[in-house]
């Protein structure tokens, strides 16, 4: 996975409490590389498993959605293996994220297709079109009311046989179990080089910022949606992935790799 040239070491929580919440703004922008390696677990093998299902649902013509795409990583490895005539398309709240994800995708030659967007995937984006959406550590920031709405629309409006990819942080139902897995996590940070202090300052920043489900909550949010296929493809303690196919039969998508 690209890092778009020398990686700078996430260090934002020494110098800030976290008490006014967390933001994707330019501090983060700038450590976001190595802040996201750090803090999640098997990020980088998680990521390849995502473009290597992407590229294997992707069908000609069609759109693939990375929402919530940060620097844009999955979307520019996607487009480097995909077929010039799907179009892939990244969107993100933050500006920029968004503006660090263009200049990184100066790298591509011009028969890929890729653009960048700015926009509120809750109501902004119009998903026609689309072999394959992707929300990778995404619809946990979004509030809960919105998240089964945006799934519905994706579902509605994605094409027969398509899917949607996401990875998200999880919570469980049984509280020494939720406990045990939160220290697991913590001790996995540890590892990476975090401090006691920074992990504490970083959970607080992220209270009622992210706010986490259950694994069976995800996915009975996809199966309401209409997906008639759900499955998961990882987990670790508290992180987990799921595949949500829509109707039509998910193994007759022919890969689209060139």
Known sequence: MQDGGHKRIDNLFTRIEGDDGFRFDRRVVEVFDDMIVRSVPFYEQVQRTLVDLAVSFATEESRIFDLGCSLGTTSIEIALRVSPSIHVIGIDSSEEMVAAARDRATCLVES??????????????EFHDASVVIL????????????????RRICNAIQPGGVVLVLEKTVLNDENLNSLFIQKYHDFKRANGYSDLEIARKR???????????????????????????????????????????????????????
């Not at 890929?112 to 984006?125: G, L, S």
């Not at 990778?136 to 799934?151: D, G, I, K």
Request: glycine residues 2%.
């Open 204 to 258: 607080r920043a992220l209270e009622n910022v992210l706010i986490p489900f259950t694994i069976e909550k995800n996915m009975d949010l996809l199966k309401e949606a209409g997906f008639s296929s759900v499955t998961t493809f990882f987990q670790w303690y508290n992180f987990a992935a799921f595949l949500a196919c829509r109707t039509g039969a998910c193994s007759s998508m022919a890969p689209t790799a060139i």
């Open 136 to 151: 990778s550590l995404t619809l946990q920031f979004l509030p809960p009311m919105h998240r089964l709405p945006l799934l």
């Open 112 to 125: 890929r297709h890729i653009t960048f967007q700015c926009a509120d995937i809750t109501k902004d984006i």
